[in-house]
């Protein structure tokens, strides 16, 4: 077995993980100067060419850990069904659906799965841990409307598998009215090519990496963002940011008070202008 510990925070996710083996019968392991902070262990075997994988959250104080019990199995079996509210020319086959780490930083091993022609699909061999749904190759005006797992709205907190425990089915629906911003991005009353147009979140939903928007201005300043889902967000111009800064809640709440509040509903068409953050300027 390999054992990872991962950092959870997301502001420390550059760091290479800690890593050892297992390398007794007795299955004990040891992962030596570990720095206080919350982490995610990650204990995978390869197996005849399948793999198990099992996560525990790990918090580590200003003391040793001792005596952690994880269990690896081969996962569960997770199934679910894909429907589209709005056209239905739209091809459900040519989707990928995914679960992936809830917290960010978290190495990906589940592979994607497609759905059937009825929109069924499978997942197995999910391993212990905590995942989102995510679905791909969306259509520029679809957007990911709710996703059910017994019942239970999952889109705002996540799923979590425990132990080999049923979790149900998932009932997950896409939507092709998403909500479409465009305008136009000024510096000194004059279109600005090339600058990043970032829609974000309300503070509430930050941590939901699916609702984000991005893209480039052209060269007369215009931007276009498309399959927004419904909720209240920000708008931010940047004339240079690092790729995906923006996804941290840190990073936006210095330049809080220069995003533009947009609400978005379904199938809203907004036109917006919004000025030039200049990140050389002082903060």
């Known amino acids: 077995a390999m054992v990872l510990l991962i950092p959870r925070d997301g502001g420390v996710s550059f760091m290479m993980p800690a890593s050892t083996f297992v390398n007794n019968s007795q299955g004990s392991f040891e992962v030596k100067g570990v720095s206080p902070g919350s982490y995610e262990l990650t204990v995978s075997i390869d197996e005849g060419g399948r793999r198990h994988v099992t ?3 790990v918090d580590v104080a200003d003391s040793d850990v001792t005596g952690l019990l994880v269990t690896v199995g081969p996962g569960i ?6 429907r589209v509210e709005g056209s239905s020319s739209l091809d459900v086959q040519s989707l990928q659906v995914m679960l992936w780490p809830r917290e960010e930083g978290i190495i990906i091993d589940m592979a994607p799965t497609s759905p059937k ?6 997942f197995t061999g999910v391993g212990d841990g905590d995942y989102r749904l995510r679905v791909s190759e969306l259509p520029p005006d679809c957007y990911l409307k709710s996703a059910r797992l017994a019942g239970e709205d999952i889109l705002a907190d996540g799923l979590t598998v425990r132990h080999q425990q049923p979790c149900g089915t998932l009932d997950v629906v896409l939507s092709t009215a998403g909500g479409q911003v465009e305008g136009v991005v000024l510096h000194e009353q004059q ?3 090339g600058a990043t147009v970032v829609l974000g979140p ?8 699916d609702l984000y928007k ?4 052209d060269q007369y300043g215009r931007f276009v963002l498309q399959g927004i889902s419904p909720g209240d967000y920000k708008l931010f111009a940047w004339d240079k940011v690092e790729s995906g800064a923006y996804q941290n ?4 709440q210095r330049f809080e008070d220069r995003g533009k509040s947009v609400r978005v509903e379904e199938g809203s068409r907004l036109n917006e202008q919004l000025e030039l953050i200049v990140t050389s300027e002082p903060q």
């Open 77 to 82: 079996t997770l199934s679910g069904r894909l």
């Open 117 to 122: 022609a009825d929109g069924s699909f499978v």
């Open 214 to 217: 991005s893209t480039s201005t």
């Open 249 to 252: 809640a840190d990073f936006l």
């Open 191 to 193: 279109p600005f090519s």
């Open 55 to 57: 996560r525990e959250p």
């Open 202 to 209: 309300d503070a509430s939903d930050r941590n939901r990496s």
